[in-house]
């Protein structure tokens, strides 16, 4: 972990081996799980059996940095997740059957069919939905942190965007609002190495997504983003910071997306060892290791908490599967507010 | 009493809202200290205060942003664009954020995006643009081309009320030439209602923001001559007030759709199409559009005089259909 930005306060690096509650890290390794069989259920068998609508867009590989961003915010903090933060979604307690129903398309997803996959959002939630161009949450983000600042509340807001989203206009906009307005916003990279089939180097010719936030003048840090603890005290210390007026921070996670762009591509485009480095690195079996290091699940609690994950997506999908699709006529509805 | 210039109705409708709800605030470049570039937002700094009255960076996107974000939030959001030409830059914001949030997970977008639109004072190519077709052309925007100072007012009420995104394209050109006595009440202009500005009997010259006033120059011409106009101001693009529409084709049987913004594409088109597929039985004559050519806004003043639709236009056409 480094701060780029010398000017700036450096969160997280004195930090490093602070550990959250045992119940956390215990809920750490949980919301993982459930997010990995989750999408791993989704995108290798529902998809693969034609009951997914529309594409398919995983974070295999990446589950820490949501769970690890999440998992300590209050429930009046806003997160606006992107589209490989599945964790985010579980955590602020959208159901695995609404989340399976929007996949399917149903009347029951968390659009009602209007819209698929990762684009869910609920302000009973907090949650902001996600559009497809990339990084336009980065400036909605600043404005949620604004309102907050006018309105003198102590609540913070989370937005998630990957290393290509970084390369767009409205991320240096918001970026750079947010830092001017000083809001308390907590920005979170899931640096992934690989924007679709390009690599980071034709995306930015600086080395690291954190190195950008010098020239907006708010921290940069960086954070090995398959550690969900280091993920969680780095991100902490920036909510700390924006939660005390200070403004926002850039957390760039350094992962790898352990699967194509989406379930259409077969990512042949990888070198073979940069899945073998970072299957090494898998961030699920790292954590289950401290916890039975730590003495904190055994080896047995740990199958049994995958079966119990497994169990509770299995009558998710039941659910779902019977689930109605929305009716045709609605298709006209809700355009704009019908009191 | 006094008379109320276009631009100080805007200001005054912000204004008494701001005062009367403290979720409305206003965004947008040198909006604060300076007052904003017409000085629509003069004086709110010191009234209002910096949380409220907010300079912002030349980002456009993320001005729109992150009023999404605050409205999102319960707040009131009104972005300035200092000149509606700018307003392409947060099309993205506008159109695929804003505009589908309600429609996709039932968030509203209760945002008002602003700015001076129009030409007629030599601003050339990007500080003239009428661009109010990207955004009527998108589901789950309301877009309001006020052309008096009473709707200026009431139509920026009505649009900071609004629980939808609300664009509002104010008229340069008739900040400081149009004025008129306000009445004291705390009116409002409903969005999507259209406005007869002179009743008349032969020909519906349908128009909006500044061509209404070049309409009624052609309307007094030709009542000389024995023609009688009738000049419908739309006041709202989306959604607008089809049965008006209709029902004034229908009373005099002969229309003439006027707009300054270029031609194809252009609102008249849209019109056009209403009343062929509703009202084609009751058309005495071809519809007749009169627009600005498909250019961009010139800079030079024989230019953009020849760009711009004028009363000598509607006259020649008004004639031309009054003979059919």
Known sequence: ?339 | MALTKYVEAIRLGIWEEMEKDERVFVLGEDVGIYGGAFKVTKGMLEKFGEWRVIDTPISESAIVGAAIGAALMGMRPIAEMQFADFISCAFDQLTNFAAKCRYRWGAGVPIVVRGPSGGGVHGGPFHSQNPEMYYVHTPGLKVVCPSTAYDAKGLIKAAIRDPDPVIYFEHKFLYHRIKEELPTDDYVVPIGKAAIRRPGTDISVITYGAMVYTALEAAKELEKEGIDLEVMDLRSLLPFDREAVLESVKKTNKVILLHEDTRIGGFAGELAAVIAEEAFEYLDGPIRRITAPDTPVPYSPPLEEFFLPKATDVIRVARELNAY
């Open chain 1, 1 to 339: 972990m480094k701060t780029l930005n010398p000017k700036a306060a450096a969160p997280g690096t004195a930090r490093q081996d602070a550990l959250p509650s045992e119940k956390t890290l215990v809920d750490m390794l949980y919301y993982m799980q459930l997010t990995r069989e989750l999408e791993f259920r989704i995108e290798r068998k529902l998809y693969r059996q034609g009951k997914i609508v529309g594409g398919v867009y995983v974070g295999r590989g990446q589950e820490a940095i949501a769970v690890g961003s999440c998992i300590d915010l209050r429930q009046s903090d806003v997160v606006c997740p992107s589209h490989r933060d599945m964790g985010a979604f579980l955590i602020r307690g959208m159901s695995v059957r609404t989340i399976l129903a929007q996949y399917m398309a149903r009347k029951t997803g968390a659009t009602r069919g209007r819209d698929g996959n990762m684009h869910m959002g609920d302000m009973k939630y907090n949650l902001i939905a996600f559009v497809s161009m990339l990084g336009d949450n980065v400036p909605v983000a600043a404005g949620i942190g604004m309102s907050f600042k006018m309105r003198g509340e102590d609540r913070v807001s989370v937005c998630f965007f990957g290393d290509g989203a970084t390369s767009r206009g409205d991320w240096h906009e918001g970026i750079n609002l947010a830092a001017v307005m000083k809001v308390p916003v907590v920005y979170v990279c899931n640096n992934n190495q690989y924007a679709y089939s390009t690599p980071l180097e034709r995306q930015m010719a600086v080395e690291n997504v954190a190195d950008r936030a010098e020239a907006y003048g708010l921290p940069g840090v960086i954070v090995d983003g398959n550690d969900v603890v280091a993920v969680w005290n780095t991100v902490r210390t920036a909510i700390e910071r924006a939660r005390s007026g200070q403004g926002p921070t850039l957390v760039e996670c350094k992962t790898f997306r352990m699967t194509g762009h989406s379930a259409h591509d077969d990512a042949g485009y990888v070198p073979a060892e940069l899945f073998q480095f970072w299957e090494e690195r898998d961030p699920i079996r790292r954590h289950e290791r401290l916890l039975i290091d730590r003495g904190l699940i055994t080896p047995a609690g740990a199958t049994e908490l995958k079966e119990r994950v497994n169990d509770e997506i299995n009558e998710a999908i039941q659910i779902a599967e019977k689930d109605p699709f929305p009716d045709p006529e609605d298709c006209l509805k809700d355009v704009y507010f019908e009191g």
